[in-house]
T-cell receptor, first 109, second 112 residues
């Protein structure tokens, strides 16, 4: 089993749709979690950290489920500019960060 | 401006010709790392460094070398590049601990 797994997609959704991505991780000792956004051929950039209590930033909501070992990202009211690849990142107990392979999202007019 | 810089951004070279990709950060971060990104495989760590003069292998270190003589610089060296090292390379840095990583703009390397 991979340490961090994501559905590669692609997810093709119309503007205004709500879309959710999940990411599962195998190490129960994982301590911190992030979602990064990567545009085509560009560097990944932090979208949001994922806190135990869940957190929201505008149209984006991140959740952590430690019991089932997954994190999720919900995007409401999708915009064309949300089209990108979303990377799940899990920080292991030795501060080693592991990246998922990414989920590609395309928002269409 | 806080940033990670990489050079060159694009490089086409031939098999066996030694090359170095530079990486520099101005955020006084202890931790630096190199990744390669290939379609369908995501980001894979090549080498990382917890601090000056401390480097360790990541998941795919074969064919690469690194050095960390100064805190801000972490060059990636390919002594004898081969076509299977054609990839998109990212340098990243962060504070010591479970904090976000900041990535450089990437270096697209083609080895023919």
């Amino acid at each position: 089993r991979k340490e961090v797994e994501q559905d590669p997609g692609p997810f093709n959704v119309p503007e205004g749709a709500t879309v959710a991505f999940n990411c599962t991780y195998s190490n129960s000792a994982s301590q911190s979690f992030f979602w990064y956004r990567q545009d085509c051929r560009k560097e990944p950039k932090l979208l949001m950290s994922v806190y135990s209590s869940g957190n929201e930033d505008g149209r984006f909501t991140a959740q952590l489920n430690r019991a089932s070992q997954y994190i999720s990202l919900l995007i409401r009211d999708s915009k064309l500019s949300d089209s990108a690849t979303y990377l799940c990142v899990v920080n292991l107990e030795n501060n080693d960060m592991r990246f998922g392979a990414g989920t590609r999202l395309t928002v269409k007019p | 401006e806080a940033q990670v810089t990489q050079n060159p951004r694009y490089l086409i070279t031939v098999t066996g010709k030694k090359l170095t990709v530079t990486c520099s950060q101005n955020m006084n971060h202890e931790y630096m790392s190199w990744y390669r990104q290939d379609p369908g495989l995501g980001l894979r760590q090549i080498y990382y460094s917890m601090n000056v003069e401390v480097t360790d292998k990541g998941d795919v270190p074969e064919g690469y070398k690194v050095s960390r003589k100064e805190k801000r610089n972490f060059p990636l060296i390919l002594e004898s590049p081969s076509p299977n090292q054609t990839s998109l390379y990212f340098c990243a840095s962060r504070r010591d601990g479970p904090y976000e990583q900041y990535f450089g703009p990437g270096t697209r390397l083609t080895v023919t």
